[in-house]
């Protein structure tokens, strides 16, 4: 292994970030990159910001800082302070720089900020639902943060779902923790903060892995776990010129309402369809004979969205020919 004096690794930094850009499409290469910074730990980092729709699905649409709608392409870069909002058929895919991945489904809007002291990225949800897989990190403190209209979400590695739901917000972890409060720290004590506070934070509440939280301005804030998700137990399809794939799903107990999502990739950055349903028989139509992942789950009493269950099928309507 070679070690290079600490005088050198900011300039060798920006080397290894600017050769790492080539790879991104042609749009994103057209915005010049943050330069990248040594953190806490003396490792260089990525800047996570712009980031770059990775996955599109449907209609959507990016607005910069003034709110000046463009429709949505797959290689567009969102910076800071600018919106992406999808329609109600919709689904988005965004890469961060520093490797995370956020996922926004149909009906969806959040705005991206930048706490530049810390290269700390957050994401305002200002409607619907954003799925975060957020790469790990190994300083002591957040390191991506996601704002909802009741609370702040701090977290430095995970999966998880949060929504906005009326007056409240709806978080569910499927891997890692998150932390949960609903003050949010000036800008100025953000800027200031530069080593990590010890100790319990007054009012954070940790969400483990298949966790829940429904949280409002006032009450508790108490983790439930989530329902594990439901088996797949058969399938059928319908011939005619637009063929239906109907899924049949064992009863869950507890379960109150049903989820299924079809992708084209096991990450599910490229969803290409989903479905709700009170009854556990999921219908999906307009799909093309391909090898898809399929993605159940299932709502409790409280609203919860529980753990997710994977299937990889072929489907093969009857009305259609494999080319």
């Excluded at 994103?28 to 599109?56: E, F, G, K, M, W």
């Excluded at 797949?232 to 009863?251: E, M, N």
Aim: aromatic letters at 8%; proline letters at 7%; a neutral charge.
């Amino acid at each position: 292994m070679t070690f290079f004096p600490c005088q050198h690794r900011h300039a060798l930094c920006v080397l290894i970030i600017t050769l790492g850009a080539v790879s991104l499409p042609a749009l994103a290469r057209s915005t010049p990159p943050r330069a990248p910074y040594i953190d806490d730990n003396q490792l260089c980092r990525a800047q996570p910001l712009p980031a770059v729709v990775q996955h599109l699905t449907g209609e959507a649409w990016k607005l910069d800082a003034k709110g000046v709608s463009s429709v949505l392409t797959e290689g567009m870069v969102i910076d800071e302070q600018e919106s992406v909002k999808t329609s109600t058929s919709a689904f988005v895919s965004l890469l961060l720089g520093d490797g995370s991945r956020i996922v926004l489904p149909s009906s969806s809007q959040v705005r991206l900020h930048l706490i530049e002291e810390q290269a700390i990225p957050r994401v305002i949800l200002e409607q619907g639902q954003v799925e975060a897989y957020v790469i790990k990190r190994a300083s002591d403190y957040d390191r991506f943060q996601i704002v909802t209209p009741v609370g702040v979400l701090g977290v430095r590695g995970t999966h998880f779902r949060v929504r906005n739901d009326g007056e409240q917000s709806v978080l569910e972890v499927l891997n890692g923790q998150v932390a949960v409060n609903r003050d949010e720290m000036p800008p100025s004590q953000q800027a200031a903060k530069k080593k990590p506070v010890i100790g319990p934070v007054a009012g954070e509440v940790k969400v483990g892995a298949r966790q829940g939280l429904v949280f409002k301005k006032q009450g508790e804030l108490k983790p439930v776990e989530l329902l594990d998700p439901p088996t797949l137990v058969g399938q059928d399809g319908q011939k005619g010129d637009s063929p239906i794939w109907t899924l049949f799903l064992r009863p869950l107990p507890g379960a109150q309402r049903y989820r299924a999502q079809v992708a084209t990739d096991k990450e599910f950055m490229n969803i290409k369809q989903e479905n709700f349903s009170s009854k556990p028989q999921m219908r999906f139509t307009g799909l093309k004979a391909s090898f898809y992942h399929v993605r159940l789950s299932a709502y409790d009493e409280q609203g919860l969205e529980g753990a997710t269950g994977v299937y990889d099928i072929f489907y093969y309507p009857p009305a259609t020919r494999v080319q």
